[in-house]
């Protein structure tokens, strides 16, 4: 049986996607400023406008930091939040893609929280920009956690049947990251799985 994704019939994506992160937050046990959380919002309705939001594959993320160092400070802004947008969306929906390609999850993890670590950079030294440093500076510091928080969206938003196929394969997948979200999945499916290597090793 293939999984299929689910149809969103709430007339409201803002307060669909407010209700998924909040409670995706909740059960991962992460707490998120109320900026950090319309910021994500925002960023996942964005991606529901056709045509708009980047694709894994779309531009290369070396590329898009390249064009940043090079380009004016008002260009630089975009193209940091644009690259840590990127970073963030990708890895957290595009989780296999990432495993299928040349880099891994640390590495889209690294590209992004660098980003937003520089464009909080210079909206600090802008003008009135503290409020959005702050932002960007928590973007930044929670990236890994705020990857495994669109995972969890991402999983809750399709069919997940118990097949051993896909058991399996969610089986492989904790074993190359050690993802924690994957653990607690195969524990919830019934599978005995270690809390680290020494127990695997045992």
């Not at 669909?16 to 707490?31: H, K, M, P, S």
């Not at 008002?74 to 296999?96: P, T």
Request: aromatic fraction near 8%; include cysteine; glycine fraction near 6%.
């Amino acid at each position: 049986m293939s999984s299929e994704p689910k149809l969103i019939l709430s007339p409201d994506l803002g307060e669909f996607f407010r209700t998924a992160v909040g409670e995706a937050a909740n059960d991962l046990g992460l707490q998120l400023r109320d900026e950090t959380e319309y910021y994500l919002v925002n960023l996942l309705c964005e991606q529901t406008r056709v045509g708009v939001g980047p694709m894994p594959g779309d531009q290369p993320l070396a590329l898009l930091y390249k064009r940043a160092l090079e380009a004016s400070d008002v260009e630089r802004v975009r193209l940091y939040k644009d690259l840590g947008d990127l970073a963030l969306y990708v890895a957290g929906f595009f989780a296999e893609f990432i495993e299928r390609s040349l880099v891994d999850t640390s590495y889209y993890i690294a590209m992004g929280g660098n980003a937003y670590h520089s464009l909080s950079d210079l909206m600090g030294a802008q003008r009135q920009g503290q409020a959005f440093a702050k932002l960007y500076v928590d973007l930044a510091q929670k990236f890994s956690e705020l990857v495994g928080l669109l995972n969890e969206i991402s999983a809750r938003s399709r069919s997940t049947p118990d097949s051993h196929r896909e058991l399996l394969h969610l089986y492989e997948r904790w074993v190359r990251t050690r993802s924690e979200r994957l653990r607690r999945l195969l524990i919830d499916k019934g599978m005995l799985v270690p809390e680290s290597d020494d127990e695997v090793l045992q």
